[in-house]
């Protein structure tokens, strides 16, 4: 059994995409009627259309269903029955709980509390997930603790 959620997974935009190709298209656009008037590119028409374009690639990446902070790491849990993997952030490092350390669960609100067998402790926080997804996995959880005779709280 394995679950596993990508925390950097958003529903698709078709609205994002359309803004994102707009922003691209007025940027071309600047350029081009810049062109024909025979004037010069100055330093704000170089902002205006990097800007543009750079917001429109990332509306278009967006709109696509993925997050533009993913384009700097993962965000993810893993469970399967042999560890439990957890990266909260794509800037943070990756938390592993294997099942064989675990001494105890405990589950407050949204909040599972793993305690290792030498006390160490470990807090997983559910409040950003949707609610199907927060019980996915308190399934899955319980469900391979019960498996491991892992005492649940």
């Known amino acids: 059994m394995e679950f596993y959620k990508d925390f950097l997974r958003i529903e698709k935009s078709k609205f994002k995409i359309i803004l994102g190709i707009l922003g691209i298209l007025i940027s071309i656009i600047w350029v081009i009627i810049k062109c024909r008037q025979n004037e010069n590119l100055t330093l704000f028409d170089w902002i205006y259309i990097v800007f543009l374009g750079l917001s429109g690639v990332l509306n278009i990446i967006e709109g696509s269903g993925v997050l533009s902070s993913r384009l700097f790491g993962r965000a993810f849990i893993f469970i399967n029955n042999d560890k439990i993997s957890i990266k909260k952030s794509p800037f943070s490092k990756t938390d592993i709980i294997y099942w064989n350390e675990i ?3 405990n589950y407050k609100v949204n ?14 926080k559910l409040s950003k997930l949707d609610y199907s997804s927060i019980r996915k996995i308190k399934d899955m959880i319980s469900e391979i603790a019960i498996k491991k005779n892992i005492d649940i709280n």
């Open 111 to 124: 909040c599972f509390i793993f305690t290792s067998k030498n006390n160490f402790s470990m807090n997983l």
């Open 103 to 105: 001494g105890a669960i």
